[in-house]
T-cell receptor
């Protein structure tokens, strides 16, 4: 297993377009997290799943954002009608609940909205 | 409100110096604390994890300590090298739900 994988690495889009990102967690991990990071700031929590259930959503996650983890494996994060303020690094992490609760992060998807 | 603060925000030192990075958190009811390294434009690499019952963890030239009662953690880097240049992030886990991150310390080690 090579760790948490995120695709694409970079995405450039025009304002108003929809974008979708994918995250493949470490295979035995039952928890999956999405974070957003802007330049010079620490990552901010967006949402997380335990298996296929979405257990918490941050108030940062407006109704233009939706996340799914349909089979408890990979997850997608969709942003509809993108705005320039959505430009950020979107990070995915996974962990195994019941272990040390150590989070492993992917390399992120850098979104630029023009 | 649960907040994590890191001091200093940036640090520039010559190679070979021993460094201390500081992290403070407002709510001491933590589950664990992690230190991460982030290179520019990249994801996060976990360096050390300290459980709430532990006082410190060591890995190579890195040593992290935890004082829950005072709401503080420090990351000690011995004999710094140019390859240590990166942003170091402290993150606190509450209730096994989600990590709360600090804004990081940007470290530059020059030859």
């Amino acid at each position: 297993d090579t760790g948490v994988s995120q695709n694409p690495r970079h995405k450039i889009t025009k304002r108003g377009q929809n974008v979708t990102f994918r995250c493949d967690p470490i295979s035995e991990h039952n928890r999956l997290y999405w974070y957003r990071q802007t330049l010079g700031q620490g990552p901010e929590f967006l949402t997380y799943f335990q298996n296929e259930a979405q257990l918490e959503k941050s108030r940062l996650l407006s109704d233009r954002f939706s996340a799914e983890r349909p089979k408890g494996s990979f997850s997608t994060l969709e942003i509809q009608r993108t705005e320039q303020g959505d430009s950020a690094m979107y990070l995915c992490a996974s962990s195994f609940m019941g272990g040390a609760e150590k989070l492993f992060f992917g390399s992120g998807t850098q979104l630029s909205v023009l | 409100k649960q907040e994590v603060t890191q001091i200093p925000a940036a640090l520039s030192v010559p190679e070979g110096e021993n460094l201390v990075l500081n992290c403070s958190f407002t709510d001491s009811a933590i589950y664990n604390l992690q230190w991460f390294r982030q290179d520019p434009g990249k994801g996060l690499t976990s360096l050390l994890l300290i459980q709430s019952s532990q006082r410190e963890q060591t890995s190579g030239r890195l040593n992290a300590s935890l004082d829950k009662s005072s709401g503080r953690s420090t990351l000690y880097i011995a004999a710094s090298q140019p390859g240590d240049s990166a942003t170091y992030l402290c993150a606190v886990l509450y209730n096994t739900d989600k990590l709360i991150f600090g804004t990081g310390t940007r470290l530059q080690v020059f030859p």
